[in-house]
């Protein structure tokens, strides 16, 4: 076996063990639906944290009625951060929420209204939405 095809079988070689080692892309899942199930008289949202926002974003839930959102983060530390309104200083609640994982909250809204909903770490970057709490 001549030099050059002794080098070309060693670097067909390395190529193939360097791309045994690579695994296809992981999808994200789809987005959540918006619409959200009931379970136990509870309404559970799904929503979606990924580059810069929340899918869905906007929320509609009546007064006194628990809801429970379900944030999976898929690409970064994102929280789920509510607060009465943009310039309160205080949250009513913050649910944190690391890459790849899913976490939830259960919350019941005592007061009609829109509240504010924000991710701490990127909510200069547009990262916000609205739960509008209504009369039933």
């Given amino acids: 076996m001549s030099k050059k095809s002794l080098l070309l079988c060693i670097l067909i070689a ?3 063990i360097a791309l045994a080692g690579c695994e ?4 994200p899942p789809p987005p959540p639906d918006p619409t959200p199930t009931v379970v136990n008289d509870v309404l559970i949202f799904e929503v979606q944290a990924e ?14 009625q628990p809801v429970t959102f379900v944030m ?6 994102h929280t789920f951060t ?5 310039a309160d200083e205080e949250n009513l609640f ?5 890459a790849g994982f899913t976490d939830e909250i259960t919350w019941t809204f005592e007061e ?25």
Avoid: A, W
Wanted: with cysteine.
């Fill in 24 to 27: 296809p892309p992981v999808e």
């Fill in 14 to 16: 390395l190529f193939s």
């Fill in 112 to 136: 009609t209204g829109d509240y504010y909903l924000y991710c701490i770490n990127h909510e200069d970057e547009g990262m916000v939405g609205t739960i509008t709490v209504v009369e039933e």
């Fill in 72 to 77: 999976t983060s898929i690409d970064d530390f």
């Fill in 94 to 98: 913050n649910l944190q929420v690391l």
């Fill in 51 to 64: 580059e810069f926002q929340f899918t869905p974003n906007e929320f509609v839930v009546p007064v006194n």
């Fill in 82 to 86: 509510v607060k009465r309104d943009e």
